[in-house]
């Protein structure tokens, strides 16, 4: 289990590395539309690489910001020009299905611009409320400055949270003991980074049913 644990540790930090920038940028404009890609498994690994002198962790939190605008705007024009009966009837066909449109809706409707921002932060709904900010027809260059600067903020404390817990281990590729090792010694990184997806989800659960109470009323 060591063993096969670490291997694909392994490979998916190296195809990271071997695509550099423009893998981050990619992989990070798939986070932002509706492809299942989570930041947590692209950020963590190239700040390592940034540790190790092989990146610039600055130039890699600007590839995936401007990759997460580039995923964010496609997502919004699409929703622009297909409208809303193309998306629920096919939505579902490419990991949008009603459910969460709806929920999605009724977040951007009861927090507007500003829910944009708060909606880069947390789990799950980062990944859709670009769609309905297109289908409201939300004016594009207050949709962008909200974007970059959500997506600015949860990309840098990505990357500053992998360098953290792994930047400071080069021989994390070469050994699987130093990944048995960073698991038992930094193992309060990864219990504080639980806690913190843990209060993101339930933020994301309370405002999404203060938004549903506030369509209701």
């Given at each position: ?49 940034a540790a190790q002198g092989r990146m610039n962790v600055w130039l890699v939190i600007i590839a ?94 990505l990357a500053w949270w992998g360098m953290k817990v792994i930047g400071d281990q080069p021989a ?44 209701a009323s």
């Amino acid at each position: 289990m060591e063993q096969t644990l670490h291997h694909l540790l392994t490979v998916w930090m190296q195809f990271v590395l071997d695509y550099g920038y423009l893998g981050v940028f990619v992989l990070m404009l798939l986070e932002s539309t509706a492809f299942p890609m989570p930041a947590e498994i692209v950020m963590p690994p190239a700040a390592y690489w940034a540790a190790q002198g092989r990146m610039n962790v600055w130039l890699v939190i600007i590839a995936a910001t401007f990759g997460s605008w580039v995923g964010s705007a496609l997502s919004y024009w699409v929703s622009i020009r297909v409208g809303r009966p193309l998306v629920e009837k096919y939505g579902r066909y490419v990991l949008m299905p009603p459910h969460k449109v709806e929920k999605a809706d009724e977040w951007f409707e009861a927090y507007g611009s500003g829910g944009i921002f708060v909606a880069r932060l947390l789990p799950v709904i980062r990944h859709l409320i670009s769609i309905p900010a297109g289908l409201f027809e939300m004016n594009f260059a207050k949709f962008s400055l909200m974007t970059v600067i959500g997506a600015g903020l949860f990309n840098g404390a990505l990357a500053w949270w992998g360098m953290k817990v792994i930047g400071d281990q080069p021989a994390l590729m070469n050994d699987p003991k130093v990944l048995i090792a960073v698991l038992k010694s930094k193992s309060h990184w990864l219990i504080g980074f639980a806690v913190v997806i843990g209060a993101l989800y339930w933020l994301m659960t309370y405002m999404q049913k203060r938004a549903a109470a506030t369509r209701a009323s």
